[in-house]
């Protein structure tokens, strides 16, 4: 069984950076990682997801969000950079045995194992 647990979120200025951990325990083969968020009233939404491959970010993240997980699989971690006050939203990592499909990044629902999230917030 895998379990899940964020940390590293905060508050930030806009235009800060965060960097989000997710500690991964009873991780074996090859699982499909992801980070989605959450904003108040508002429906989750895929960040990025990744394996061993792979990785596809959603248009709001590419070119300021970077995920990365260890050779140990004990660690995904997501670099948040130029943050701005649309990314406040409780952050969650999940994972899924296999290799990813793409259309996951939507569909997070596919995803079996949650962590319980880790606040964000960027001031204006």
């Known amino acids: 069984q895998v379990h899940l647990a964020e940390s590293g979120g905060g508050s930030v200025q806009a235009g800060g950076s965060l960097r989000l951990s997710c500690a991964i325990s009873?991780?074996?083969?090859?699982?499909?990682m992801a980070w989605f968020r959450q904003a108040p009233g508002k429906k989750r939404e895929g960040i990025v997801i990744?394996?061993?491959?792979?990785?596809k970010y959603a248009q709001a993240a590419e070119g300021r969000f970077s995920a990365a997980r260890n050779d140990a699989k004990t660690t995904l971690t997501l670099q948040m950079n130029s943050l701005k006050p649309e990314d406040s939203a409780v952050y969650y990592c999940?994972?899924?045995?296999?290799?990813?499909?793409?259309?996951?990044?939507?569909?997070?629902?596919?995803?079996?194992?949650w962590g319980r999230g880790t606040q964000v917030t960027v001031a204006s």
């Open positions: 990744l394996d061993s491959d792979n990785q």
């Open positions: 999940a994972a899924k045995r296999g290799y990813c499909m793409t259309w996951w990044l939507r569909d997070d629902f596919e995803f079996t194992s």
């Open positions: 009873g991780m074996e083969y090859e699982w499909c």
